[in-house]
């Protein structure tokens, strides 16, 4: 019978989350920080789980390699040449494993997100990187919800 569940979207067997610095294989330097914080707070949000500061107190851990950070030109100005708006694409390769049982949840996902940008809104490099790091970190917790 088709029908409608309460049951949680989550594992139930995790409750805490220690989210390890990302690694960063890019030449764009603190996308790793933005990244890792934007994930932190997501999972805190949008999960049941508890983000944990001690390793050896988790049940969990989320961790991962920002494999590419790249700045493609979407639109450029006729004249000049100029960029008008630019696009940041981030690419992450996701683990998630639990401690307890030594069971990847989450198996070297490669997971994409991207932000566009316009420098001539004030909008720079830095203002992307939080925005694309949000949307990666989105993504990511939709990968922590059980399989349907």
Do not use: C, H
């Not at 390890?20 to 789980?49: C, H």
């Not at 493609?72 to 998630?96: D, Y």
């Amino acid at each position: 019978m088709a029908g409608y569940s309460n049951e949680s979207l989550f594992p139930e067997e995790v409750a805490s989350v220690y989210v390890e610095m990302f690694e960063n294989q890019s030449f764009w330097r603190g996308v790793e920080y933005e990244l890792s914080d934007a994930l932190g707070k997501r999972i805190e949000v949008e999960t049941p789980y508890k983000i944990i500061s001690s390793l050896d107190r988790a049940d969990t851990v989320i961790s991962g390699q920002i494999v590419q950070a790249s700045v493609s030109i979407l639109t450029s100005e006729r004249q000049t040449g100029r960029a008008l708006e630019k696009q940041l694409q981030l690419q992450a390769v996701v683990n998630w494993k639990n401690l307890k049982t030594g069971e990847l949840l989450i198996d070297n996902r490669l997971v994409n997100a991207s932000a566009s940008f316009s420098e001539w809104q004030n909008q720079g490099f830095r203002y992307a990187s939080a925005l694309a790091a949000n949307n990666l970190a989105r993504k990511i917790v939709e990968l922590m919800g059980k399989k349907w």
